[in-house]
């Protein structure tokens, strides 16, 4: 008889936004329909969040890759944007550009704005991050959403990423924009020539990371980006250094596939840090535990097979499997190879 999986108590992901998003979903379904070796739906999962997508405007913080987790998870993203409520409407938006107040690129929807009110005035009445964001969640994640699932932001500290562009029309040659200016206004359509990520040395993890990443059974890095999304998470004083030192298994999936990004712009990230776009590139750019990286195993998809033996050659434990997440099941499929590659098969 075959024995029996460690049991999977508590898992911890660190996620980004829209990928990050999808895969805790598909984890999730996974736990509760048990697909995923050892795991039940009592397995607890934490998921610590990029906050240097953050910003501010028209009087509101916005947290982007928190929102879209929490909105997602509780069954209440719109699924065709990836992001915002469903069933948004707009009327907030359209009287702003009425009055010609900028910027006009920026879109909040009239439900998302209830949100983001609820959060900045929690904060300005002097909550953290951490608290306004279990506030927020408990109408979004209760066990009937989905599972035992806990959402905490990488740090209540104010981090912010900026990108720095070539401007012909500056002085100095090149500017420097918010992040979120490259990604919806400018579409990420030039060269990022340096990612800058403000307050971060300053920051200190949110309470309940460190914890939640010496104390778990399994830490997953999804597919979310790896320098703006993961890469800003590992980049927050202590936590990288958490990773390397949880005796718990760590294990990646490949935001790369076929060569290219499915969702998002890892590509024009990877670019802007010198690391090449393929599955591999990515999984040694976090590195091995082994050799004073993050991780112990990697996945990368079928058609990247041969992306496999530098991996495996840089200490990286690897397999090529199917990665793309078409629906709940495939993904919470992902999920199980991700826990076999590091703790075993069932």
């Known amino acids: 008889m075959p024995s029996s999986p460690l049991p999977l108590r508590r898992v911890t992901v660190l996620s980004g936004g829209v990928g990050g998003a999808r895969f805790v979903q598909g984890l999730l379904h996974g736990l509760r329909s048990g697909t995923v070796p050892g ?3 009592d397995t607890e999962v934490t998921v610590v ?12 913080k916005v947290c982007p890759d928190l929102d879209t987790l929490m909105y997602t998870l509780g069954d209440g ?5 990836g992001w915002g409520r469903r069933d948004e409407t707009w009327s907030a938006k359209a009287e702003l550009e009425a009055y010609g107040v900028e910027p006009t690129w920026f879109g909040l929807g009239d439900r998302d704005i209830a949100t983001h009110l609820v959060r900045t005035q929690m904060l300005e009445a002097g909550y953290t991050l951490s608290q ?15 599972g035992r699932v806990r959402l905490l932001p990488m740090s209540d500290d104010r981090v912010e990423t900026h990108i720095a562009i070539a401007d ?3 002085p100095s040659g090149r500017s420097v924009v918010h992040f979120q200016e490259y990604w919806v206004r400018m579409r990420a359509s030039v060269p990022a020539e340096t990612v800058l990520v403000v307050g971060q040395d300053a920051a200190a993890p949110a309470p309940g990371v460190l914890e939640a990443i010496d ?7 999804p597919p979310s980006n790896p320098v703006v999304s993961v890469g800003t998470i590992l980049g927050v004083p202590g936590i990288r250094d958490a990773v390397r030192r949880t005796p718990a298994p760590v294990v990646g999936l490949s935001p790369i596939v076929g060569g290219s990004h499915v969702h998002g712009m890892a590509a024009q990230m990877l670019t802007s840090i010198g690391v090449e776009v393929s599955a591999s590139a990515v999984g040694t750019h976090y590195g091995a535990r082994s050799a004073g990286g993050v991780l112990d195993g990697w996945l990368v998809d079928t058609r990247d097979a041969d992306h496999l033996p530098p991996l495996e050659a ?33």
């Open 39 to 41: 795991g039940s739906p």
């Open 49 to 60: 969040a990029n906050t240097a997508d953050d910003w501010w405007i028209h009087g509101l």
């Open 77 to 81: 993203i719109d699924v065709e944007r």
């Open 132 to 146: 306004v964001t279990e506030a927020l969640c408990r109408r979004w994640l209760s066990p009937a959403h989905g």
């Open 168 to 170: 012909p029309d500056s």
């Open 215 to 221: 104390g778990c059974d399994l830490v997953v890095v």
């Open 314 to 346: 840089a200490g990286v434990r690897a397999r090529a499997v199917p990665l793309m997440m078409s629906d709940l099941d495939a993904t919470a499929a992902m999920a199980a190879e991700a826990v076999t590659l590091v703790r075993g098969p069932a």
